[in-house]
């Protein structure tokens, strides 16, 4: 059986429906949920008299799922809440953001440097910056520059003049400038929104849009009511020109006014989509959630308490968000090289900070660095951006996994090893990749160069090496160089990875490497699309079956291209790599992928 601790969380939710539908229909957005719970005394600290069930509102329905597996009890919330939908492809690499900046040409030199200094990015996203929040214009005014709600800050959107290269080059206004990061810079842009009026309040409040100030999260009044149907079409309207002008995506902060706000306010943006961009995926990341939400889908942050453990993404996975990041904000170089190496596995990796020294490799790296960064330190994080986006083509390929078979594209170690229950489960990416738990602190930490893993019972191997362990316990490594972080991988495991180094997803494709590890059969669904549409929904997308016969030694492959017509990120053709224990890694010959095909060592 699938256990369950004696104080136990759960997601209660209620629909008017059936639950007989189908998760990717729009049905599926009438589900709402509460956070619920069963606690008793024993061993529980729970004081005696206060055990039962309890439940967040008036009302609740209560859906009894019983579940013999991990994989049961993801298939069943899904069931209920919805599947998750595939983030575009861009939402899956690393982006960055910062708060404190004074003039555009400090953001574009921001992201020139990550392109020279060779550290793969796909995103920038400005703060406060970027919006004001100055109000303007008579009481109930909208739009126009430097606008507090709908409009941009003129001192970063006017004329604004860049040296590309040898040329200098000026834009005129936002979409000239969003035009010039995303064709001479292959950069996205988001910028940051809040749930509150500065500029349009008295027409909030005349129309009865605001909730009560005692709603705020002590960051402001005026926070509107996203539930209100006739706002968020007001809402929606008032966002489209950012849209149309080449905005990418949206960060909300500070929704935790209600707890529907982010779900609501995430309709509200979906929205903007279907009238701008329709066919196109949305693509928002959240301070907070309610489970349903990962069918925009909306992804979320571990919030300002900066938690990047593993513990904490098993936490939100297990609540129902399986795309989760967190800030990498550590004033410590070493130990923001280890938020950097954590986060290559998170499902969203995002960096953040609040003024002071923007968290970009680049500043904590090299003579004079912040932090105390070295030469080495540089190396270390352009190897761990390197390493997320060698794993693009296999994490994307979990995310497809996670919408198609309803379990999340990470989860803990007991959904594949239910006989080995640790009081701490490790944190486990797929069925067969076991990321060593690294320092997350945000200070100096004594510990930023000890790493730990909990290795389930049997064979492991260290990533990329012939190198094996025996699981069933805990290895501890002290002295691990900054360079380095150990991640174990299972016997079966069939890893798909890009075989170049590239500096951005939309450079993906062409020669796969493909990583076999000996011990057992495996197999592995590889899934390919245009990254960026819907179309994956209705057939849209390219399954290569990756399938490893550990006795014959023979790795085959068979192609499933459905309705998609092919693109400028498919992989052509593969090279195989086989890891044994105790032996030299086994290169293949390079082979064209075509229909199908087979590799024998």
Not at 118 to 127: G, L, T, V
Not at 441 to 449: F, P
């Amino acid at each position: 059986m699938f256990p369950l601790p004696i104080t136990a969380i759960f997601i209660i939710c209620f629909t008017r429906l059936s639950l007989q539908f189908d998760p990717n229909s729009p049905a599926a957005t009438y589900v709402h949920c509460y956070p619920a719970g069963f606690a008793t005394d024993t061993g529980a600290g729970v004081p005696r008299g206060r055990e039962g069930w309890w439940a967040i509102g008036y009302a609740a329905d209560w859906y009894l799922a019983p579940a013999t597996s991990g994989y049961d009890f993801s298939r069943s919330l899904y069931q209920l809440v919805g599947a998750p939908a595939v983030p575009p492809r861009y939402g899956m690499a690393f982006m960055a953001t910062y708060w404190g900046y004074t003039t555009m040409q400090q953001v574009e030199g921001n992201m020139t440097a990550f392109r020279s200094g060779k550290y793969p990015i796909d995103s920038f996203i400005m703060d406060y910056d970027w919006f004001g929040p100055q109000p303007c214009g008579p009481p109930g005014a909208q739009g126009g520059l430097n606008c507090g709600d709908f409009g941009y800050e003129k001192t970063f959107f006017g004329n604004e003049t860049f040296v590309h290269g040898d040329t200098s080059i000026t834009t005129h206004g936002p979409a000239e400038l969003l035009t010039y990061f995303h064709s001479k810079l292959n950069m996205r842009w988001a910028g940051i929104r809040k749930p509150r009026s500065y500029s349009n309040i008295q027409l909030s409040n005349a129309s009865g849009w605001l909730l009560p100030d005692a709603d705020s999260v002590h960051a402001g009044g005026n926070n509107w009511n996203y539930s209100i149907p006739e706002f968020r079409a007001w809402y929606t309207s008032n966002h489209l020109h950012f849209l149309r002008d080449g905005v990418d995506f949206w960060w909300n902060d500070e929704g935790e006014t209600t707890y529907y706000t982010y779900y609501y306010w995430n309709t509200a943006q979906q929205q903007e989509w279907a009238t701008v961009r329709p066919g196109q995926r949305m693509f928002t990341i959240n301070r907070a959630f309610q489970p349903g939400m990962q069918r925009f889908p909306a992804v979320t942050w571990s919030g300002d308490g900066q938690d990047c453990s593993h513990t904490m993404a098993i936490r939100f996975i297990m609540n129902g968000q399986p795309y989760v990041a967190c800030d990498m904000t550590s004033p410590d170089a070493t130990v923001l090289v280890r938020q950097y190496q954590n986060a290559v596995f998170l499902p969203i990796m995002r960096a953040h900070q609040m003024h002071g020294v923007p968290r970009f490799p680049f500043l904590w790296c090299g003579p004079g660095a912040a932090g105390g960064g070295t030469a080495e330190h540089c190396t270390a994080f352009r190897k761990a951006l390197n390493t997320r986006y060698a794993f693009l083509p296999y994490l994307y390929s979990l995310a497809h996994e996670s919408n198609r078979l309803l379990r999340p594209m990470a989860r803990p170690s007991t959904f594949e090893f239910p006989d080995y229950s640790p009081s701490n489960p490790a944190y486990m990416v797929g069925d067969s990749l076991l990321p060593a738990d690294l320092c997350t602190s945000h200070t100096v930490d004594g510990t930023e160069n000890r790493t730990t893993a909990n290795l389930p019972p049997g064979l492991w191997y260290l990533f990329n090496t012939t190198q094996t362990l025996t699981g069933g316990r805990v290895y501890v490594q002290d002295n691990v160089p900054v360079t380095d972080f150990p991640v174990y991988v299972r016997p079966g495991a069939i890893l798909t990875l890009q075989k170049a180094i590239v500096q951005y997803s939309d450079a993906i494709g062409g020669r796969l490497e493909v990583q076999v590890y000996a011990g057992r059969d495996g197999a592995f669904d590889m899934v390919e699309d245009d990254g960026t549409t819907t179309d994956y929904l209705s057939g849209g997308a390219r399954t290569t079956h990756w399938k490893w016969d550990d006795a014959g030694k023979t790795l085959t492959w068979a192609v499933d291209q459905g309705s998609y017509p092919g693109g400028p990120n498919d992989y052509v053709s593969v090279q195989a790599v086989l890891f044994t224990p105790a032996g030299q890694p086994q290169l293949s010959d390079v082979v064209q992928i075509s229909t199908g095909g087979s590799i024998k060592f």
